[in-house]
Each structure stands twice: as C-alpha cells, then as structure tokens.
C-alpha cells in the first residue's frame, strides 16, 4: 500500500480502540485523547510513504504512548516550575501497548464515558465525534456551523470536566448502564438528526454527519448485539436515511416525503432496517427507537403516498405517547390523525401544542398544511410565512416561502 492515500475509514476505526487501550493504560483522558489525534495525523502523513504497518492498531497505540509520556513529562516540568505539590504518576492499569489484547475493544466504555451525565449534551455529542468518530475540531464545527475557536472551547472543557470529576474509565455499574446506555443511544440519534435535518445554514443535509451516526451507532451494535433498542435505533437510522436521496431537488431544494420519487430511495437501508426491525422486536416490549423504526419502515415500504397505512402510524405514534411526553412526537401524531379523521380534528390537537411549541417552526409548517388540506388559503399562506420567519435553515425558508407565494396565486 506503499505510496497511496490511507483510507479514512480505517483510521476513524481505530480511533476508539486506540483511545480506549490508551486511556486504560495511562489514565489522563484530556492529554490522552491529545496524542492519540497527534497519532493519527502521524499515520495519515507516514503510512502513504511507509505502508500501511502489519498491526496498524499496535502501531498508533504505541505512537501515542509516546506522545502521551512527552505530554505526562511536559505538564510534571510544568508543574515542578510553578512548585506544585501534587505531581502527575502514570497509571499502570493495562499491559503495555505491544501487548495489548488484539482483540480487547474499549469503544463501548469510551462512550459512555464521553456520554457521561455530567456534561452537558452539546459537550456530550461534540466529544463523542472527537474521540470516537475520530473527527478534527474543525470537521466538528463545520458540521454545527460554529467558529472552530467556540468547538475548541466546548471540547476542552468537556475534557476539563472529565478530569475534575475523576470519572473513572470503566464501564459503569450494573444498576447504572441502563441508563448510561440510554444517554449513549440518544447522543447518537441527536448526531443523526443533525445530519439528517441541520437545524441551520444553507443545507438541508449533512450526509456526512448521518453516516458517522450510522457507523457508530453499527459498532454499538456489534458490542451489544442482544440489545434490541440499540437494533431498534440501528433500524431507524437506516430506515430514515434511505430516504434522503429523494429529500432534495437539483438546486438543494427541500422535497416532501408525499412528493418525492420513492424509487431513488436506498433500497439495501430499507431491506437492512426491516430485517434489523423484525429481530429486535419479538424481545420483549419495544422502546420508543424500535417504535420510531416501525413507523419509518410503515412509510418506506407503502409504493406510493396513497397506499401509506395512516391507521397503524397513528397507533404506533399513541403508544410512543404513552411511554413520552415529548411534544414533537404529538405533533406528529396530529399529522397521522388529519390521514385518519381529517384536518380539522388534528388542528385542534396541534393547537393544543401552542404553549409547548411557540418558538418551533415545525407547529406553524404542519399547521399551515392542514390549513391548506381543509380549505382555509389565507390561514394556510399565514402560517407558513409564520413557519419560515421561525427556522433557521435557508431550505426550510425557500419551501415554506414558496409554499406561501403558490397559495397566494392559485392560477
């Protein structure tokens, strides 16, 4: 492989490990996660010239080592100049790289580590990228259209946090991974999301934020196999994003699902997401991403808009109301009450979300829709200029806008 570009999907395969062998040997999170990005850039510089080493894993492990030391001793002289008392010990907690288990994978614990509860979510989804999807700062803050200097800040004080709390890196207790799991799982679907719909900016997706999402969320699941809501999400995922081609014009114009070309839709994800779905559901009561998955798989496998089984998306949605009381799963729900009994009787469903939803363009878009399904134009064009003065993404605005503009002259 001597001479040819090393493929990214490798390195940010191994990131975790390497951080995860790092961390359990030396312990010190912040300057870990430091020298193991440091290692990966030596790899990207070297390996095209060199060739791609025979344990490529070992290798990094063994740069960042390195690295890691030089940083131990830079921060020990540091400290000695400034006469700290305490000083820094290596922790000998893991055997030396060379010897490290080819097979010990510490990916799972790194992220519950970076999806610890005591940071906050944005600091949970930017250091789940950076240390586990092995993504720069820079990518991480393009991707959330923030200055590089403001995700460089919110890395480092997730990292700061991590030290001052003595989190150790371990998996948690039994009676705490349902929850920990719970937070690594929803730290991935908000990654998706973002992808799959960017809150701001001028595009509608981030293709490349969904498929990190993806990836990640399928190395979740090959630690946890048997974990039939880390399938469900797994599914969901899938089942959503096979959609995505359809979702924008020629010029990155939003396309709405009951108006997209449903055979430029990503057939192997929805196969895959089905499959996926039909394995985890028969393990007891679903949660609420095998839920969102038999929903998504209801609308991907009707041929056509027409032939969407509505009632069964509506009951679906009333048991995920049941187990949340999250106001966007009602509003969508209202959506598959207008298919079922009429615009009319879902209007008043989303009207009662007002006071939960004010500021969310979403209630102002599906209440300008079912305007527009029960003959009421001037509502419909009002609330649809109401939705697009409330979202930030610029696709978003157009459709609305235009939407608007087409209702107010009908000829």
């Known amino acids: 492989m001597t001479g040819?570009?090393?493929?990214?999907?490798?390195?940010?395969?191994?990131?975790?490990?390497?951080?995860?062998?790092?961390v359990r040997r030396y312990g010190h999170f912040d300057?870990?996660?430091?020298?193991?990005?440091?290692?990966?850039?030596?790899?990207?510089?070297?390996?095209?010239?060199?060739?791609?080493?025979?344990?490529?894993?070992?290798w990094l492990i063994t740069v960042a080592a390195r690295r890691l030391t030089d940083l131990l001793r830079a921060e020990q002289a540091r400290r000695r100049r400034e006469d700290a008392v305490a000083q820094w010990a290596v922790q000998r907690t893991a055997p030396p790289a060379d010897r490290v288990p080819a097979d010990a994978d510490d990916t799972l614990i790194l992220l519950f580590l970076c999806c610890h509860p005591a940071l906050s979510p944005a600091s949970q989804i930017a250091?789940?990228?950076?240390?586990?999807?092995?993504?720069?700062?820079?990518?991480?803050?393009?991707?959330?259209?923030?200055?590089?200097?403001?995700?460089t800040r919110r890395i480092t004080r997730a990292k700061q946090r991590i030290k001052d709390s003595r989190i150790p890196f371990a998996p948690p207790a039994a009676a705490d991974r349902p929850a920990r799991l719970a937070a690594v799982l929803h730290v991935l679907y908000l990654i998706f999301n973002e992808g799959y719909a960017v809150?701001?900016?001028?595009?509608?997706?981030?293709?490349?934020l969904s498929a990190e999402a993806i990836r990640l969320t399928r190395l979740v699941h090959r630690l946890l196999p048997g974990d039939p809501e880390v399938t469900g999400l797994l599914a969901l995922?899938?089942?959503t994003d096979a959609r995505r081609p359809a979702r924008t014009g020629p010029h990155g114009e939003l396309i709405p699902m009951n108006e997209q070309d449903r055979s430029k839709w990503n057939a192997a994800y929805i196969a895959e997401g089905v499959d996926l779905l039909s394995e985890a559901l028969p393990k007891g009561e679903p949660g609420p991403y095998q839920i969102q998955a038999a929903i998504a798989a209801l609308h991907d496998e009707a041929p056509t808009p027409e032939a969407t089984d509505w009632p069964q998306i509506r009951a679906l949605y009333e048991v995920?109301?049941?187990?949340?009381?999250?106001?966007?799963?009602?509003?969508?729900?209202?959506?598959?009450?207008?298919m079922t009994d009429g615009p009319r009787t879902a209007l008043d469903l989303v009207d009662a979300l007002r006071p939960r939803l004010a500021e969310d363009h979403r209630l102002y878009a599906v209440r300008a829709h079912l305007l527009e399904m029960a003959g009421d134009i001037d509502g419909a064009r009002a609330a649809y200029q109401e939705a697009a003065r409330r979202t930030h993404s610029l696709p978003q605005q157009r459709y609305l806008n235009a939407r608007a503009a087409r209702l107010a002259s009908p000829g």
């Open 127 to 151: 250091l789940t990228l950076r240390a586990v999807g092995g993504l720069s700062t820079a990518e991480i803050a393009r991707a959330f259209l923030v200055p590089e200097a403001t995700m």
């Open 320 to 338: 995920l109301m049941r187990s949340s009381d999250n106001p966007v799963v009602a509003l969508n729900h209202a959506v598959a009450v207008a």
């Open 237 to 239: 995922m899938l089942l």
């Open 199 to 208: 809150t701001s900016g001028p595009s509608l997706t981030r293709a490349d």
């Open 4 to 22: 040819t570009a090393v493929p990214e999907d490798l390195l940010r395969g191994l990131a975790p490990q390497v951080l995860g062998a790092v």
């Open 31 to 58: 300057l870990a996660e430091d020298a193991v990005q440091e290692a990966l850039l030596a790899a990207a510089r070297q390996w095209p010239d060199q060739g791609v080493p025979g344990d490529p894993r070992a």
